[in-house]
């Protein structure tokens, strides 16, 4: 019996830390949160989808012209394995395109977290509101109180 307690006890403590887990996973999704990321990765996609035709269709080819290389060409032929009928490539200029890609995507995103974090910290050194006259009157009459006792 003792044992059918034990198991029974352990059941209902796995029940209330799923309830317990879906509880805050509600309270989350309600606030907003959920929301707000959703927005923020469908936009995200979107700007990296615009980087990445900047680099391979506008920087790249600039820079291969100042240079006087196409990266777009960088491949390397591997060798013929195991009977395979077509060699392996390596992209190496798709590989650049993709980092410059993702410096161009960091610094952004680097950019935006900066000036949301210098807008929290405008906020923080705002000092605190002046108290409305009734609080100054309410602290006298405790300050007042407190001395009588």
């Known amino acids: 019996m003792a044992k059918a307690n034990n198991r029974k006890q352990k059941r209902e ?3 209330g830390r799923i309830r317990s887990f879906f509880h805050e996973f509600k309270t989350f999704a309600v606030k907003g949160n959920m929301i707000d990321m959703a927005v923020g990765m469908i936009v995200g996609g979107a700007f990296t989808a615009l980087v990445t035709s900047i680099v391979a269709n506008i920087a790249t080819p600039l820079i291969g012209i100042l240079i ?7 491949t390397i032929q591997l060798p013929r394995l195991y009977g395979n009928a077509d060699p392996g490539t390596l992209a ?5 395109n993709s980092v410059i890609s ?7 995103v680097f950019l935006f977290v900066k000036a949301i974090n210098s807008f929290k910290r ?5 000092p605190p509101p002046k108290p409305s006259k009734e609080e100054l009157l309410l602290t006298e009459i405790r300050d007042l109180l407190q001395k009588k006792l």
Do not use: H, Q, T
Request: proline share 0%; hydrophobic share 50%.
């Open 13 to 15: 403590n796995r029940v």
């Open 68 to 74: 006087g290389v196409d990266f777009s060409e960088w």
């Open 92 to 96: 190496i200029g798709s590989f650049l």
């Open 102 to 108: 993702f410096v161009i995507v960091a610094f952004v």
């Open 122 to 126: 405008r906020e923080e050194e705002k």
